[in-house]
């Protein structure tokens, strides 16, 4: 047997790569030939030192802190809603001028809405709820519209206070 | 953990729930770190890579089949970021020549007959072992670092990493040959350089 050959029946048989015929044969040759028994100890001595050294490392790494990064990274890759959109732009602006821009798209829908267009019935209505701090309750009507119009939405918001709506 | 149960909470992280995929990141973080650390040597890299892997894999978790096991899947993204980071940062060393089975480089280096713990006296504490560890694994090429640590730290099967690696097991083999001739070669240089700071003579066992 070649030494090349021999190597590697000693790495797969270190592997438990190797058929139950050739294990038992490199398991007899190792009790009577203590040089290849050396190198097939020497072996999983390494792996010994690797585990140790990975599970070292392994119980230094902080991993408190990985799910909530993880959570924000796949969160950052989401495209964010309609509503989470408005929301953010309320938060950067603050709600004075959002309530004044609510007030005027529902001055616009009302004064623009075309004479002789049937309104839509009660139930085409979307409602949906508006994260805008905690100082407003926010809601989003989205009504479909015909064809001509298309639809319209409708942003309502309303201060609150401790002590309740105002 | 059976590999049902990873798929299961595949299956549950696919549709959505939040909680499954939580876990999944529980139960994988340490060996993804591992893997990661083992290859960058870096906590910190180690760390963000571990954190985009686990980004990657949801990002893709509609694309898992199931034809392969969720680890080794897993793996598979972990080695490639790592490899992807090394490249970066201009460390990557990845193509092997010894990728196919080289028996004349065999003929002239086997497995060396030796062992850095077998003597208690001289029984190396745990960060001299990582330091020891760190330098020889240095020596390695990108691939021959991900073999090693997949087979003798998590225990993946030749076929296993053979997917990992998207090669043949003839592959695997080679690059696990020549990567434990290198780590035993760079730890016993270590070894031996240690001992001459500490003035020790030793020889090698023959």
Known sequence: ?166 | MSSADDRTLVAQATAGDQAAFGELVTRYQRKVYGVAFGMLRSSEDAMDVTQETFIRVHRYLGRFKGSSSFFTWLYRITVNLCIDHLRREGKAQTVDYDDAMDHSEQEAGQFLPWSVDTDPARAVDRKELRAMIASALETLSANHRAVILMREVEGLSYSEMAEVMQCSKGTIMSRLFHARRRMQTALLDCDESQEEDRGVTRGLPT
Do not use: H
Request: glycine letters at 8%.
């Open chain 1, 1 to 166: 047997m070649s030494r090349s050959t021999d190597d590697t029946d000693l790495q797969r048989y270190c592997d438990g790569e190797l058929g139950a015929r050739r294990a038992r044969q490199v398991r007899e040759r190792l009790q009577t030939d203590p040089e290849a028994r050396g190198r097939v100890e020497a072996l999983e001595s390494m792996r010994g030192m690797l585990q140790q050294a990975a599970s070292a490392s392994a119980d230094e790494a902080d991993f408190s802190k990985l799910w909530g990064r993880v959570r924000s990274g796949i969160e950052r890759e989401q495209p964010p809603s309609l509503s989470e959109r408005i929301s953010g732009w309320f938060r950067r602006w603050g709600i004075v001028a959002a309530t004044a821009t609510a007030a005027v798209v529902v001055a616009l829908a009302v004064l623009l809405w075309p004479a002789g267009v049937t309104p839509p019935a009660n139930n085409d209505a979307v409602i949906e709820s508006l994260d805008v701090g905690p100082e407003a309750v926010g809601t989003i009507f989205t009504i479909t519209g015909p064809k001509e119009t298309g639809d319209t939405t409708v942003i309502w918001v309303t201060e609150t206070s401790a002590e309740g709506d105002k």
